[in-house]
């Protein structure tokens, strides 16, 4: 999901155990809410991609 983070250019923060932190900061030329929401947008239909894949192993 690293690459989703960096195409919005949303910024690394710390790990704690398995969680996944980023920020999105405001920036020139870019809107930062919208690119956040688009991120978890983007983030959310590669996950169904990913179950779907793990489904079919899962049964195959």
């Given amino acids: 999901m690293e690459l989703k983070f960096r195409q919005y250019y949303a910024i690394h923060g710390e790990h ?3 969680d996944i932190v980023y920020y999105f900061f405001p920036q020139p030329n870019c ?4 690119g956040a929401i688009l991120c978890a ?3 959310k239909e590669a996950m169904k991609q990913i179950s779907l894949e793990w489904r079919a192993r899962k049964t195959g």
Avoid: I, L
Wanted: aromatic letters at 30%; a negative charge.
């Fill in 31 to 34: 809107n930062y809410v919208f």
């Fill in 41 to 43: 947008y983007d983030m």
């Fill in 16 to 18: 704690v155990d398995d």
